[in-house]
């Protein structure tokens, strides 16, 4: 188990057995398709709810405390995405919290995306662990379990009028989800393909227009893009878009992830989302939690000018190669006491992320981070 939530990507490489990628970055990747728009400018605020509970203020470039969803949208935001957990121990990020910041998002005019982990915890390539509620559960059981939480707050979504707009049927889900019993193995996709068909049909039962997204973080190999998504079609799952994450220091050059945003596309004729991405704006540390990330990638210095130009190199390429969208990974999640990472611990545990918010630890925003068409 990692030391705090965001660090599992170390252990990419053992997971999906990836080989070293250089770190050297392009802004257009080789044979990119013709550059789209980039209609889903999104941002995770999973911990934002939380901080704002706490008391935590956030500063526009002017330097004016704002609603934090003020001051993103007015830098190009126009989608929140939120991670939705079965049973957390510390409350946030369940069901109830959700359906109530939604309320606070679409007042703002913003999208929805609800990103279901299907765990009271974190879920990522490296644990996919059950609900407790649900550990004793079979495959077969589990097709009814998924069904029937992804049509339960969907639907209690949209009675108070806050559809989602999207969701995700699963958390960087590159060897399956609900292990061990959804996990690929022996590259046998037949357990998580009854798995990800319960999570879309109970959401276009929900909600027709809904899209279902399937995420990865396979940005760093088109070689394990294949694999998954192949191996899924193959036993007949639907989904309409595809998502990966990309962290230029855990999947190397950002023509790589070009390369395989294009394939994606091209290749399942499905638009693609850029569902994770960030990038620190230090090495220093605000708090006792040591930062997940401490050194960054060719070309982007740790600073206020690297992040953004870092976060801009990101969205060109992807839009470059055909994806529709790029949602920057908790850019609010800064230094706040009782914020932490663990849900166990939540008001004891520190912040791993807090160099890599696009806010600073007093909460005044990075005046050049901006989301782009």
């Known amino acids: 188990m990692p030391t705090h939530r965001p660090g599992r990507r170390a252990r990419f490489a053992v997971l999906t057995a990836a080989v070293a990628l250089p770190v050297t970055l392009l802004s257009t990747p080789t044979g990119a398709t013709a550059a789209t728009s980039l ?12 901080a704002l509970d706490l008391g935590a203020t956030y500063h526009d470039a002017n330097g004016t405390a704002r609603d934090p969803l003020d001051i993103l949208k007015d830098d190009g935001v126009n989608y929140v995405r939120l991670r939705v957990w079965n049973n957390p121990a510390g409350g946030y990020n369940n069901k109830a919290k959700v359906l109530q910041y939604a309320k606070t998002v679409k007042a703002k005019g913003l999208k929805l995306l609800v990103d279901f982990h299907y765990s009271d915890t974190w879920a990522d390539p490296g644990k996919q662990n059950k609900p407790a509620a649900w ?13 029937d939480y992804t049509y339960d707050v ?10 989602p707009d999207s969701v995700q049927i699963g958390n960087e889900i590159n060897v399956g989800m609900l292990w061990d019993d959804g996990k690929v193995i022996n ?23 809904t899209q279902v997204v399937i995420h990865t973080a396979d940005a760093d190999s088109d070689a394990h893009a294949r694999w998954f998504y192949d191996g899924i079609k193959a036993k007949g799952v639907t989904w309409d878009l595809t998502g990966l994450s990309y962290y230029c220091m855990w999947h190397g050059a950002l023509s790589t992830m070009g390369g395989v945003v294009s394939d994606m596309k091209s290749r399942y004729g499905k638009d693609v989302v850029i569902a994770e991405t960030a990038y620190p704006f230090t090495s220093a540390d605000a708090d006792r939690t040591g930062n997940s990330v401490t050194t960054g990638c060719s070309g982007y210095p740790l600073t206020w000018q690297g992040q953004a130009a870092e976060f801009t190199a990101v969205q060109n390429t992807a839009r470059s190669a055909g994806a529709i969208g790029v949602f920057y990974w908790e850019p609010t999640w800064y230094a706040v006491p009782g914020n932490g990472w663990d849900p166990a611990d939540i008001a004891g545990s520190g912040d791993g992320w807090d160099n890599m918010a696009v806010f600073d630890w007093t909460g005044h925003v990075n005046p050049n981070v901006r989301w782009t068409p």
């Open 154 to 163: 969907c639907t209690s979504l949209k009675a108070q009028g806050t559809a």
């Open 187 to 209: 590259n046998d996709f037949t357990n998580l393909s009854l798995l990800l068909k319960s999570g879309y049909n109970a959401t276009k039962a929900c909600n027709g227009s």
């Open 135 to 147: 550990a004793a559960h079979g495959i077969g059981r589990l097709q009814t379990d998924v069904y």
């Open 39 to 50: 209609s889903m400018r999104g941002a995770d605020l999973s911990t934002t709810q939380r």
